[in-house]
């Protein structure tokens, strides 16, 4: 089993700031992709940050410009920097990461999700 576990949801007021993280463990080979994604009441799920094990990032359109993504490779660790926050901004947010195995069969994990609150 590969499991993720989240940290560092609340509540914040507009154009206040979170740090997001979650750590992998398990029996892992290698991580190829790391991801936030979020959801809102009534909403899909989408993508908001990802980071591919080459550095790699992308980001909505939505956040871009106030979400940062960045990982430690040695802690198997992502987080979600997230800063202007806005009340649109309020989802639960889940991690997802996919890579291989060690005994080498693919792995897609989510975290159980964490609660952020944007809100006066």
């Known amino acids: 089993q590969v499991q993720l576990v989240e940290s560092g949801g609340g509540l914040v007021q507009p154009g206040g700031s979170l740090r997001l993280s979650c750590a992998a463990s398990?029996?892992?080979?290698?991580?190829?992709?790391m991801a936030w994604y979020r959801q809102a009441p009534g909403s899909q799920r989408e993508l908001v940050a990802g980071?591919?094990?080459?550095?790699?990032?992308n980001f909505a359109d939505s956040v871009k410009g106030r979400f940062t993504i960045s990982r430690d490779d040695a802690k198997n660790t992502v987080y979600l920097q997230m800063n202007s926050l806005r009340p649109e901004d309020t989802a639960v947010y889940y991690c997802?990461?996919?890579?291989?195995?060690?005994?080498?069969?693919?792995?897609?994990?989510w975290g159980q999700g964490t609660q952020v609150t944007v809100s006066s």
């Open positions: 997802n990461a996919v890579g291989i195995r060690s005994g080498g069969s693919y792995f897609r994990s």
């Open positions: 398990g029996s892992i080979l290698s991580i190829n992709v």
């Open positions: 980071i591919t094990s080459g550095g790699t990032t």
